[in-house]
């Protein structure tokens, strides 16, 4: 079994890919949502630091600090760094911020290592693209330069033109995205199965309406 459907079969038997009725933070209406929140144990953040070490690798990206944007990223980033570490023998600093700058003991809003030179993004979803703008500002503030941007999801929803978020994002900055899974590959994964018929019908029509050409 490829990676990425193990990562399907991971998410769904931890409920972290659900199906029903979602209000996203773009106002749409989806019949599904990933969140990754819901990996709250240390056996399921243990796996899911692997997929993204996994992920990670594959991309080709050479990381020297690995950064979790607040607050789901955090538990995200340690994950991978612990991960990459076990698995692929690569010890990458890592840093995440803080929601509410510090103003006083050490200060500021960055925790962890020092954000320089090459930095990898680890985050949950990209839907429009709001939360990982936010995190390329707070990388290029401290002096650094993101270079990339791993995440569990991709789900592959029109931004503002009919391109996608991450297409929109790669053509602007010029940054790498890297998703372990994609809507594509979630619905090739529920062809499969007769229980999700129904699911997919959903997810068809709001595919139809919101998918990027
Ligand atoms: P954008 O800032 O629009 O790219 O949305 C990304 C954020 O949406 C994520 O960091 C999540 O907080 C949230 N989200 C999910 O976690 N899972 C989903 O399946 C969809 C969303 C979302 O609201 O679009």
């Known amino acids: 079994m490829d990676y990425q459907t193990e990562f399907i079969e991971f998410a769904l038997k931890n409920n972290v890919l659900k ?47 690995l950064f979790g944007p607040a607050y789901k990223g955090i538990p995200l980033v340690t994950s991978t760094a612990v991960q990459l570490y076990r698995e692929h023998d690569r010890d990458i600093p890592y840093a995440f911020n803080r929601k509410e700058a510090k103003d006083h003991g050490e200060g500021g809003s960055m925790v962890g290592a ?5 930095v990898v993004i680890v985050d949950d979803v990209i839907t429009a693209g709001t939360a990982i703008r936010e995190s390329i500002a707070l990388i290029r503030a401290q002096g650094a330069e993101p270079v990339g941007v791993i995440v569990a999801i991709d789900r592959q929803e029109r931004g503002t033109s ?12 010029g940054i790498p995205v890297k998703a372990v899974i994609t809507l594509d590959k979630i619905m090739e994964y529920l062809k499969k199965d007769p229980k999700y018929t129904d699911v997919l019908v ?9 998918a990027a050409k």
């Not at 773009?26 to 992920?55: D, I």
């Not at 020092?114 to 090459?118: D, H, S, V």
């Open 162 to 173: 009919q391109k996608s978020s991450i297409q929109e994002f790669v053509q602007e900055y």
């Open 202 to 210: 959903d997810m068809e029509t709001y595919r139809a309406q919101y």
């Open 114 to 118: 020092p954000l320089r030179g090459k």
């Open 19 to 65: 199906f029903g009725k979602f209000t996203l933070k773009s106002g749409r209406q989806s019949p599904y949502f990933f969140n990754a929140g819901e990996f709250n144990t240390g056996a399921t953040l243990a796996q899911l630091g692997r997929f993204y070490s996994a992920a990670l690798v594959e991309s080709g990206l050479e990381p020297d600090v």
